[in-house]
């Protein structure tokens, strides 16, 4: 496609209406989540608790990151290894 060579940008389009120190901040709005079964009183990581495995499943069947479902990264290990082992003894 042609670009239009009449079309200028403005001096503060360059970076999307930002300017260059407004960048490198860090963002006030973005709160961190805490792990879902950390909590006191979770359920227990286990392949046999098929009603917690699920809901870390997506529908095609793989493992949801942790980014997404704010899990910390030990319970994530714990997790995804469990959600193997019930898809290995096919209970999921």
Known sequence: ???DKNKKKKKGERFGGLNKLSLFKKNDIRLKRSCPLSIKGAPEIDYKNLR????YISDT?????????SIS??????LS?????A???GLV
């Open 1 to 3: 496609m042609r670009r």
């Open 52 to 55: 917690l495995l699920k809901k």
């Open 61 to 69: 069947g793989k493992i949801l990151p942790s980014r997404i479902t």
């Open 73 to 78: 990264q030990n319970k994530q290990r714990k």
């Open 81 to 85: 290894l469990a959600i193997k082992r």
């Open 87 to 89: 898809q290995f003894l």
